[in-house]
C-alpha cells in the first residue's frame, strides 16, 4: 500500500514541522532559553579562536584577499605570525572586520606593514588600531612604510584622536591606557632590513607599481623559513632577486582578459570613466602566467595568489584566472582566499594550509 505510507509519511512529517515550530515558539518566548543560547554561541565563537599562530615557524593568515575589484572579500591583508611576533601586512577595507571574525589574537599585534598607499591598503588602519587597542596591545602600534607613512598615521592619529579620548575617559586609564593608544610612523627608505630581533628578520624590497615611489613588498625569515608578499607590483626584477629560494611566494594578480571584459562592458553601459580607470590597472599588476614565471625564476617552492583583480566569484570566473598557469609552473600553486592559513613549521620543509 505505498499511498498509505506516503500519507502516514506526509502525517509523520507535518507532525514533526508542527512540533519543530511549536518548539521555536517556546525558545522565542523564553528569557531563560534565549540567554542559555546566546551564552553557548559566545562561548562557542571564543574558543575557536587559534591560540597557536607562530609558534616555532610561521604562520600566514589572509586577513584580505581582494583588489578594490571584489565586493564582499576583504580587501589587501596578510597576517603573518612568527615566534611570538604578528605583523600585518597592509589593512585594507573590510579587513579588520575579518581578522576579528576569522579570531587572530589582535592583543599581540607587533606592528603593520604598508607596501604603499593606495586606499585597498590602508582603509582599516583606524580599525586595525582600535581592534587591537581593546584586546591589550602592550605598545603603541608601530607601522611602518616607504616615505608618505607619516602623513598617512598623522591623518589616522587627527581622525581618531577624540575617539582615543573618548574611549579611555569612559573606560578609564586601566582598561584603555592613553600610553597604548595611537599610531607611530616608522619610515622605510629603500631596500633594507626594517626589523631583526628573537631570530626574526623583516626586509623591505621596493617593487614597481608606478607613480607611486617607492612601494614596497616584504620578505620574512624566521627559523630557516621564509615568505615573500609581493604588495601591488608589475612581474619585477628586484621582487624576483629578493624572493631567491623562498619557501612561499605571496604574489599580487590581475586577470588581464577579465579586466578588459569589465572594461569594455562598463563603456559599453555608458560609464566611460569608469571604464577608463579598469583599462589603466592593467600597466602596474601582475598577470597569474607572470606571477608563476616570477615564481620559477626565484626558485619559489610555492607561489600564493592574493589581492585578485577582479575577485573570481564563481567556478567559471575561477578557471579563466588561471588560465595558462599550470603549463608555466604544473605545480606548486596555490589561490588563497578570505580565512586561508598557511603553516612553515621551523627548520623543516613542510607547508600545511587550511582550509
Ligand atoms: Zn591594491
Ligand atoms: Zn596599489
Known amino acids: 500500500m505505498p499511498s498509505k505510507i506516503l500519507r502516514i509519511g506526509a502525517v509523520t512529517l507535518t507532525g514533526g514541522i508542527v512540533l519543530a515550530l ?3 515558539l517556546v525558545m522565542m518566548n523564553s528569557v531563560t532559553l534565549q540567554d542559555r543560547l546566546v551564552e553557548r554561541a559566545l562561548t562557542a565563537r571564543l574558543s575557536q579562536t587559534p591560540t597557536n599562530l607562530g609558534g616555532d615557524g610561521i604562520d600566514v593568515v589572509f586577513c584580505g584577499t581582494a583588489s578594490p575589484m571584489g565586493q564582499g572579500s576583504a580587501q589587501s591583508c596578510v597576517a603573518v605570525f612568527a615566534g611570538d611576533r604578528f605583523f600585518l601586512v597592509d589593512t585594507g577595507a573590510r579587513s579588520a572586520d575579518m581578522a576579528t571574525r576569522l579570531g587572530l589574537p589582535m592583543g599581540r599585534l607587533s606592528g603593520v606593514l604598508l607596501t604603499h598607499f593606495h586606499s ?13 587597542w581593546v584586546r591589550g596591545r602592550p605598545q603603541k602600534l608601530d607601522v611602518y612604510g616607504g616615505p608618505g607613512v607619516a602623513q598617512v598615521v598623522d591623518g589616522f592619529n587627527m581622525a581618531y584622536g577624540l575617539d582615543y579620548g573618548y574611549r579611555t575617559a569612559h573606560h578609564t586609564q586601566a582598561i584603555m591606557p592613553s600610553k597604548t593608544a595611537g599610531l607611530v610612523a616608522k619610515t622605510i627608505k629603500g631596500d633594507r632590513v626594517i626589523y631583526n630581533a628573537d631570530g626574526l628578520k623583516i626586509t623591505a624590497v621596493t617593487v614597481n607599481h608606478p607613480p607611486i615611489e617607492p612601494a614596497y613588498g616584504y620578505r620574512f625569515d624566521y627559523q630557516g623559513r621564509s615568505v615573500l608578499i609581493s604588495g601591488d607590483t608589475t612581474k619585477d626584477g628586484n621582487l624576483i632577486a629578493a624572493a631567491k629560494g623562498v619557501d612561499v611566494l605571496i604574489h599580487e594578480v590581475l586577470q588581464d582578459e577579465l579586466v578588459k571584459a569589465t572594461s569594455k562592458a562598463l563603456v559599453a553601459a555608458g560609464q566611460e570613466n569608469l571604464g577608463q580607470l579598469i583599462e589603466d590597472t592593467l600597466d602596474y599588476h601582475t598577470t597569474p602566467v607572470e606571477a608563476a614565471e616570477a615564481a620559477n625564476e626565484a626558485g619559489a617552492q610555492w607561489l600564493v595568489f592574493y589581492h585578485y583583480a577582479p575577485v573570481p566569484q564563481n567556478a567559471l570566473l575561477k578557471r579563466i584566472f588561471l ?14 582566499s578570505d580565512g586561508t592559513r598557511i603553516s612553515l613549521k621551523g627548520n623543516s620543509q613542510s607547508l600545511e594550509v587550511t582550509p
Open 22 to 24: 511549536g518548539f521555536a
Open 120 to 132: 585597498d591598503h590602508i582603509a582599516a588602519l583606524g580599525e586595525m588600531h582600535l581592534a587591537s
Open 323 to 336: 588560465r595558462g598557469v599550470d603549463t608555466v609552473r604544473p605545480e606548486g600553486v596555490l589561490a588563497a
